[in-house]
T-cell receptor, first 114, second 110 residues
C-alpha cells in the first residue's frame, strides 16, 4: 500500500510570505491530521479532519493558518503570513478510523522562515 | 490541557544493554498508549502500542503500562547502535487525536 504523500519536502520563505503544503493520505483512510513539529519537540496537532469535515482545530492559529480537505481525500495546509516561529516540520498523518491505533505519517515538509 | 512528559535525554547505553524509556501522562481518561521511533530528519514510525495494564512484548521491545500511576515505559533489550533515535511517547483517549511527548533521545554506544 502506498504511504502518506507530502510535498514539498523542503521550503524556505521570508517572513510575511505565504506558503502551502499538500498531503495525500493512504487510500481509504478517512481521518487526516496535520501536526507541527518544532526542532527538539514532539509533534503538536494543528487540525484533524474526518472525511472533509473538521473534527478538531483548537490548536490551529486561525489568524494565519488555514487548512482544507476538499472531497475528503487530499488536504492543503496554508500559512499566510508566515512568522519566524513557524519554522518547523509539518507532518501529515492518516488513519483508517478516528480511534484507530497509531497513525501513518508522511515524510513531512521542513519549513524555514527567514 | 493533556500533557505527556518525557525526559529529553540523551540516554546513553552500551551496545547489548537494556534501554529503559519512561513517560507519564496527565489525563486519567487516556485509553491508548503508543511508542514511536524517530530517526534524525525522518518522520515518526510506530513501534509499539498498549491498551491494558501490564506488559506487552514484541521482539526486543517491551511496553509497560500502569494506569494507576499514569506511567508508560518502553524497554529495549540487547540495544543496538541502530536503535539510536528519539523515542516519542503518545497518548490518546477514545477518538481523540494522539498527544505526543517531547521525546527521549537514545544513544547506543558500540
Amino acid at each position: 500500500e502506498a504511504g502518506v504523500a507530502q510535498s514539498p519536502r523542503y521550503k524556505i520563505i521570508e517572513k510575511r510570505q505565504s506558503v502551502a503544503f499538500w498531503c495525500n493520505p493512504i487510500s481509504g483512510h478517512a481521518t487526516l491530521y496535520w501536526y507541527q513539529q518544532i526542532l527538539g519537540q514532539g509533534p503538536k496537532l494543528l487540525i484533524q479532519f474526518q472525511n472533509n469535515g473538521v473534527v478538531d482545530d483548537s490548536q490551529l492559529p486561525k489568524d494565519r493558518f488555514s487548512a482544507e480537505r476538499l472531497k475528503g481525500v487530499d488536504s492543503t495546509l496554508k500559512i499566510q503570513p508566515a512568522k519566524l516561529e513557524d519554522s518547523a516540520v509539518y507532518l501529515c498523518a492518516s488513519s483508517l478510523v478516528p480511534g484507530g491505533h497509531g497513525y501513518t505519517f508522511g515524510s513531512g515538509t521542513r519549513l524555514t522562515v527567514v | 490541557q493533556k500533557e505527556v512528559e518525557q525526559n529529553s535525554g540523551p540516554l546513553s547505553v552500551p551496545e547489548g544493554a537494556i534501554a529503559s524509556l519512561n513517560c507519564t501522562y496527565s489525563d486519567r481518561g487516556s485509553q491508548s498508549f503508543f511508542w514511536y521511533r524517530q530517526y534524525s530528519g525522518k518522520s515518526p514510525e510506530l513501534i509499539m502500542f498498549i491498551y491494558s495494564n501490564g506488559d506487552k512484548e514484541d521482539g526486543r521491545f517491551t511496553a509497560q503500562l500502569n494506569k494507576a500511576s499514569q506511567y508508560v515505559s518502553l524497554l529495549i533489550r540487547d540495544s543496538q547502535p541502530s536503535d539510536s533515535a528519539t523515542y516519542l511517547c503518545a497518548v490518546k483517549g477514545g477518538n481523540t487525536p494522539l498527544v505526543f511527548g517531547k521525546g527521549t533521545r537514545l544513544s547506543v554506544i558500540a
